[in-house]
């Protein structure tokens, strides 16, 4: 694909870090070599329909993305990371994903000699019942709430350590600490040694992040709207690059965002104390962005470990499974849409004849839009 020269400028700098506008790849490009501790990123996701900012067809994706593989793989040092949140897309008018992010994660690792350090998976806990035609009407699929988060290294051996990241012990593990716990071998064959029972303080978090992307009355957001500026659609949470800003770099590391949008990236590593580039093709989403320096750096609010809020209950499958499966599944797999029949304030969806909420009573939204909740 034949991509324009662009001029690129330094928009606003802070004391560790600075925003470019322009074409990040131009700007890698004049780089040293070497020189990035982490690549922070997520890119503008593949779409079976293009958005707003200019998104790349998922099938075109990986043909898109090559130079930008190219320049990140020169830019990092041998001790440092990549790390792309990346959502998937479904198939047009079909209830089958996309591969195109699996098809990403192949190339950079087989052609750009990336290494797949590890996989991480982002839930949304907010998000949404999409795409609706699949999940709410159809009810063939289940909501779609992960973005997969690739963890990727120039070497096998990136700097990390999970000691930055760890989380509280869950209350079950509180207990069993608290009542000892007798050293065996497990039925998966694991033997469970004694030092599985020493309080370290903390837990080891798995490579599940869960995050819900529901910022509605940030500052950020209101610095917007009151100037009439676009608020970015496909933001991320804070904690999100704060997690691997923290696990792979240390104080006075450079971070870089070649995608970088409203720069929650370059927020985060400012207060982090860590060096910063973040780069942005739309002078518009840096306008917005602005919210986040103008003031100079704030502190996180304090987060309380036994605030109920910052935690999610996963209810474990079979909970409501009591043998009732008089419905049949459809014989056609769902390629017939459901007749839905309005009752007064009520939907009897006549496949599952179960009574539909009004609230999900709405039109089906169009996949695209279902898409666009998070990127
Ligand atoms: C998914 S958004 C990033 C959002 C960001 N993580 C945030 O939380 O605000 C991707 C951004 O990449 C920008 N972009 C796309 N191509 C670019 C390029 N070649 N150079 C710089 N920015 C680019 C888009 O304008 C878009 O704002």
């Known amino acids: 694909m034949a991509r324009e020269k662009q001029a690129f400028r330094t928009y606003h700098r802070t004391e560790l870090g600075e925003i470019v506008l322009g074409d990040s790849l ?21 779409l079976v329909r293009k958005k707003a900012y200019g998104n790349v067809h998922a099938d075109e994706y990986c043909e898109w993305f090559q130079p930008f593989a190219g320049q990140f793989h020169r830019v ?22 996309h591969l195109y ?35 709410t009407v159809r009810r063939i699929r289940v909501k779609d709430a992960i973005n997969t988060v690739w963890w990727f290294s120039k070497t096998p051996w990136p700097k990390a350590s999970n000691k930055r990241v760890l989380q ?51 500052y950020y957001i209101r610095y917007c709207q009151e100037r009439g500026l676009p608020v970015h659609p496909a933001r991320y949470p804070a904690e999100l690059p704060e997690y691997f800003v923290r696990m ?17 990236t370059g927020e ?30 704030y ?16 209810p ?5 499974w009591n043998g009732d499966e008089v419905e049949r599944l459809p014989e056609d797999g769902g390629k017939t849409r459901p007749v839905r029949v309005a009752r007064k304030n009520k939907v009897q969806d006549q496949v599952s004849g179960v009574a539909v909420p009004p609230k999900m009573q709405q039109k089906p939204l169009p996949l695209d839009i279902a898409e666009t909740q998070d990127n």
């Open 299 to 314: 502190e996180k609010p304090f987060s309380n470990p036994e605030d109920e809020s910052n935690y999610y209950r996963v």
């Open 248 to 264: 792979l770099t240390d104080i006075g590391d450079m971070v870089i965002d070649p995608f970088a949008g409203s720069c929650v």
């Open 76 to 97: 990092l040092k041998d001790t440092g990371s990549l790390v792309i949140d990346i959502g998937g897309a479904w198939n047009e008018g079909l209830p089958t994903r």
């Open 101 to 135: 992010h699996f098809k990403l994660l192949i190339m950079l690792c087989e052609q750009y000699g990336f290494h797949l350090a590890q996989d991480f998976y982002w839930w949304n806990p907010s998000k949404l019942p999409t795409p609706a035609e699949w999940v």
């Open 168 to 218: 509280p012990y869950s209350p079950s593990m509180k207990q069993l600490l608290a009542n000892g716990y007798r050293a065996k071998r497990r039925p998966s064959g694991h033997d469970i040694s004694e030092k599985f029972s020493q309080d370290n303080g903390a837990a080891i978090p798995p490579n599940l992040i869960a995050i819900p992307n529901t910022e509605s009355n940030s």
């Open 268 to 297: 985060v590593s400012e207060r982090l104390k860590r060096r910063w580039q973040c780069i942005e093709l739309s002078e518009d989403y840096l306008k917005g962005a602005m919210a986040r320096f103008e003031r100079g750096v």
């Open 316 to 320: 474990r499958p079979g909970i409501l």
């Open 26 to 46: 131009e700007v890698l490009s004049r780089r040293e070599a070497d020189s990035v501790d982490l690549i922070m990123t997520s890119p503008p996701f593949g």
